[in-house]
């Protein structure tokens, strides 16, 4: 799911500032979609021109090794790559 959001541009492919490590207030994790239980820990990384994101600890890791991994597909405004160059 998390490398399937990275490819679509759902989540992103560079990293962002870590801006808060707390417990969970029960909101979603944007890798995994489930809610970040207060006895859990929650990563929020910020990114100053688009927003943040919130994560479990354990999707951030997933997230940190898909991102660097993983190719995002060109989004419909981007000029596909150039096979030759």
């Known amino acids: 799911m998390i490398r399937a959001k990275v ?5 992103p492919s560079r990293t962002g500032a870590l801006h808060a490590s707390r417990f ?7 890798g995994c979609e489930r809610p ?3 006895g859990q820990v929650e990563y929020r990384f910020e990114w100053p021109e688009s927003g943040s994101i919130q994560l ?3 999707c951030a890791a997933i997230w940190q090794v898909e991102r660097l991994h993983v190719r995002p597909l060109p989004s419909r405004d981007e000029e596909p790559p150039d096979p030759a160059a």
């Open 24 to 30: 969970g207030q029960e909101d979603p994790c944007d």
């Open 56 to 58: 479990h600890v354990g």
């Open 7 to 11: 490819m679509t541009g759902a989540l």
């Open 36 to 38: 970040i239980d207060p």
